[in-house]
């Protein structure tokens, strides 16, 4: 299956729920831009890469930019375009690599909560940087936000229980290759007093933290802070 199906047909309709209270995660990253001083100081267009239901693209509208938020699923880009009317959020239903995304100048670039592993190949992960870069002002920043697949998992640690209540639990299996991670994530609801599996894979590109320092720097990124939260790095890069 592929990315977009695998969100389309099965995580998108259980997203919102597996991430929690949207307030509380929404008032983290909004935390997280605060102390790393991110706010409007130039044209204030940011674009949101990935924005899915709207944890960051809701914090940047608050502080200020003018957010514009793409990302492939429109089921998840309806909840941001519920919660972002009154913030001005603007949405777009298209790909991260669309080159549309990228025609006006902005001074801020997001790409987080692990969105750059769903690219297809380091390449595309090379042209968004790329991309990017060339559409940030002067001084523009990009921040990231990634997971390392560098370190295998093995044996039963590849079962990571993500979320359970009293109607559904879901946990991620993953299976590692070279390249990709296979990701599977099962998911157990109750319907009617039984429980129903539900289940799909898809595949992550297996980045590592080292990996993507080196392709910011190739592309003329200046690395200003890195910070792992919760087992997530959170990166952030300058424009020189
Ligand atoms: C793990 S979610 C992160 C969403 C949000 N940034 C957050 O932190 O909650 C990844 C998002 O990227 C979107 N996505 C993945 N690949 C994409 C692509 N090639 N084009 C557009 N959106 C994509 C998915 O639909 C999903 O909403």
Redesign the pocket.
Known sequence: MT?KEH?ENHLAHFYEWM?GDFETAQSETLDFFERNRIKPLQNKVTIDL????G??SIALAKLGFKVKS????KQ?LDCLSIRGKELGIQVFLQ???DEVNFKEQAELMVC????IA??ESVDDIRLLLDRSFRCLVKNGKLILSYCDYGTELVDINRFIPVKADDNKILTCFLEYFIYKVKVTDLLYERIDGHWVQRVSSYFKLRITNRMIEQLLNKVGFKILKCEVINRMNYLVAEKE
Request: aromatic share 8%; net charge negative.
């Open positions: 990315t969100y991430v990935g924005s899915g239901h944890l960051q793409v990302d492939f699923n998840l790909d991260l690599l987080m909560g692990d969105t769903h690219l």
